[in-house]
């Protein structure tokens, strides 16, 4: 099997397993509807990313053990919903606005900076620095960390942040690192990363013209 067949469930599965613990709680109050909408059509939308443009790092073939230590780990996102829906969790309108908020940002940075590295590199090899990838290295990380992070606030739990932190420092910063590793046999690298951050975007800096693989 391939990674991305253990992600793929559980981004399949997350709207469901919502949706059951609403019914199952009998929590049908707006703050669950609210998360619904935002964390399952985040699943929705991965799956038809997969199908327009997927990511070529989720190709690798992993064993059957590993895809289903994959889905557990993954299972982790479940926990704030769980929060809200079991515990009955209300929040202020500020709150879900900003959540909000954060979570649209956060879908544009992913999807669409992920989009634009699949359509680049299917023409073309190289570094990619123009666009969503001007002045941040890893907009597509920084995407979804703002997406979770609007799930964590939306469950007013340490623990979903705690989870988010898990991911960030054991995933995402290491994954980053070693794209930085790969993409610095390209000699226009030295300039772009002076002008890009590695997840936040630089916002100083000179203008530069290159991105990734």
């Not at 190709?59 to 079991?86: H, Q």
């Not at 739990?157 to 705690?162: A, D």
């Not at 054991?170 to 997840?199: T, V």
Request: hydrophobic share 50%; net charge positive; no cysteine.
């Amino acid at each position: 099997m391939k990674i991305k067949h253990a992600i793929n469930w559980h981004k399949f599965l997350t709207f469901l397993i919502i949706l059951g613990l609403m019914a199952f709680y009998n929590n049908f109050a707006l703050l669950a509807w609210i998360y619904l909408a935002l964390h399952g059509t985040y699943g929705l939308m991965w799956l038809i990313k997969d199908r327009l443009y997927p990511d070529q790092q989720w190709e690798k073939e992993i064993s059957v053990a590993m895809g289903i230590f994959t889905f557990i780990v993954l299972g982790l996102y479940w926990v704030a919903p769980f929060i809200i829906i079991s515990g009955n969790v209300t929040a202020t309108a500020p709150l879900i606005s900003v959540a909000i908020a954060i979570n649209i940002i956060g879908v544009l940075l992913h999807y669409g900076s992920d989009a634009q590295k699949y359509f680049t590199l299917k023409y073309r090899e190289g570094l990619i620095t123009e666009g969503f990838f001007s002045r941040s290295r890893n907009p597509n990380y920084l995407g979804e960390i703002l997406i979770y992070l609007s799930f964590a606030l939306l469950a007013q739990h340490w623990l979903p942040f705690l989870i988010l932190g898990g991911f960030v420092a054991g995933i995402f910063i290491p994954n980053m690192r070693k794209k930085d590793q790969s993409l610095s046999r390209y000699p226009e690298f030295d300039a772009y990363k002076a002008n890009s951050g590695l997840l936040l975007p630089k916002l100083l800096g000179r203008s530069s013209q290159a991105a990734d693989k």
